[in-house]
């Protein structure tokens, strides 16, 4: 990062007090992070944020009274919304997807080793997600699990409705995002080189009005359920 940038401000939501110590430390120790404020739960949060006007939230998903998820979505409402992270245990947080969905740019497990979590932060304060292919993978397998199939009809219409505004290329590029492949891999599938397959992800961004590869993921599946 460019050290004659300002630092990267960011805003901590937990209602661990260690974690946020914790958090603060290593966060703090990086000439080009500061923590400009903590808070103990989603209403806490979205004052602080409005007050500070950090450019990365670190949010845990799973709070007493407001949760990270219902305060995401508050917090994207804005008209110049901070980069959310979310921060989970992931193998028993299904909310992390509604975050996703909301567009929150990713998340990091509570026990990713500090140097990780401090290039996540580094990432989405860039406006770039925090999500390997591997892992936009596992995400999208956790989505698809049981529903009624009311609400499966529901969403499979929204999602294809939505998806309709693609061409036929833009469709295929978004298919093979599902399939949780990286731009070379998408570049060789589909016979185009990486520029093009970054202007096709362009477009679908701008059609879709989503911000990440994981909300286009998660219409895809949607649309195919």
Known sequence: MDSEREPVRVVIVDDEQ????????????????????????????????DEQRP????????????????TTRELLTRPAPPRVLMLTTFDSDDLVLGALRAGALGFVLKDTPPARILDAVRTVADGNPVLSPAATARVIAAATGPQSSEARRSSREAARKQLSVLTERELDTARAIADGLGNPEIAERLGISIATV????????????????????????????
């Open 18 to 49: 260690l974690v946020r110590l914790a958090l603060r430390l290593v966060i703090d120790g990086e000439p080009d992070l500061t923590v400009v404020a903590e808070a103990a739960d989603g209403d806490a949060a979205i004052t602080v944020v």
């Open 55 to 70: 450019d990365v939230v670190l949010m845990d998903i799973r709070m007493p009274g407001r949760d990270g998820l219902s």
């Open 198 to 225: 970054k202007a096709h992800t362009g477009n679908l961004f701008a059609k879709l009005a989503v911000e990440n590869r994981v909300q286009i993921a998660l219409l895809v599946r949607d649309a195919e359920q």
